[in-house]
C-alpha cells in the first residue's frame, strides 16, 4: 500500500529552526508537495521537490531524497504565524495526490 | 481574481438527507479534484473531474456519493442519505492543467463543513 509517514505535532520557539520530516512509500514518484494549513483553512501551497537536494525559498527550505524515499522541510527564523499544520504529499506513478495526515507545529513565545 | 470559490461554508444535515456542495474553480481552471478531511487528519482524495467528465473516481465511496462538473456552472459534490460518519471537511481544489504537465500545484477553496446530526 502507498504509505506517507510524518511526526503528528512539533514545538518549537519563535526565532528557532525546525525540521519536519516526511517518509513515503508509494507506487511510483512524480514529485513531493509541502503544504501549510492554517486551522480551519485551506491548504496553501509551499514546495515542490522532483530531484533529489535542497530547494530554498526565503525562510523555508525542503529537501529530497528519491533513493531513501524521504524529504524534510526546514523553517528557519519562526514566527508565531508559523504554527499551522503542514502537509506532505506525493504525486504517484498515476498522477495521484497522496496526502500524510500533517504534523501540527506549534510556536511558543 | 477570485480564487477557488466553495458554498455553503458551513451545512447542518440531519440522518437521511442529502447535502450538495458546490465549488467554482479558479479563472481558467479546468481540473477540480475533492477531498474530505476529518478532524486531525489528512486530505483524503476523492474524484477528479475535467468539465463534464470524471476522470478518477476511485476515491469516492460507490454510494450515496457522486460529483459532476458540467460544461457550465460550478462542480458539485452530492452526498445522499447523509449518516454521521460523513460529518467532514470537503476540500475543493482546482489546477490549470493535468498534474504531469506543471509543478502540480493546486489551488483550494476554504472548505465546506458538513455536519450531520
Known amino acids: 500500500g502507498q504509505n506517507i509517514d510524518q511526526p503528528t505535532e512539533m514545538t518549537a520557539t519563535e526565532g528557532a529552526i525546525v525540521q519536519i520530516n516526511c517518509t513515503y512509500q508509494t507506487s511510483g514518484f512524480n514529485g513531493l508537495f509541502w503544504y501549510q494549513q492554517h486551522a480551519g483553512e485551506a491548504p496553501t501551497f509551499l514546495s515542490y521537490?522532483?530531484l533529489d537536494g535542497l530547494e530554498e525559498k526565503g525562510r523555508f527550505s525542503s529537501f529530497l531524497s528519491r533513493s531513501k524515499g524521504y524529504s524534510y522541510l526546514l523553517l528557519k527564523e519562526l514566527q508565531m504565524k508559523d504554527s499551522a499544520s503542514y502537509l506532505c504529499a506525493v504525486l504517484d506513478s498515476n498522477y495521484q495526490l497522496i496526502w500524510g495526515a500533517g504534523t501540527k507545529l506549534i510556536i511558543k513565545p | 481574481n477570485a480564487g477557488v470559490m466553495q458554498n455553503p461554508r458551513h451545512l447542518v444535515r440531519r440522518r437521511g438527507q442529502e447535502a450538495r456542495l458546490r465549488c467554482s474553480p479558479m479563472?481558467?481552471?479546468?481540473?477540480v479534484y475533492w477531498y474530505r478531511q476529518l478532524p486531525e487528519e489528512g486530505l483524503k482524495f476523492m474524484v477528479y473531474l475535467q468539465k463534464e467528465n470524471i476522470i478518477d473516481e476511485s476515491g469516492m465511496p460507490k454510494e450515496r456519493f457522486s460529483a459532476e462538473f458540467p460544461k457550465e456552472g460550478p462542480s458539485i459534490l452530492r452526498i445522499q442519505q447523509v449518516v454521521r460518519g460523513d460529518s467532514a471537511a470537503y476540500f475543493c481544489a482546482s489546477s490549470p492543467d493535468r498534474t504531469e504537465l506543471n509543478t502540480g500545484e493546486l489551488f483550494f477553496g476554504e472548505g465546506s463543513r458538513l455536519t450531520v446530526l
Open positions: 521537490n522532483v
Open positions: 479563472k481558467g481552471h479546468s481540473h
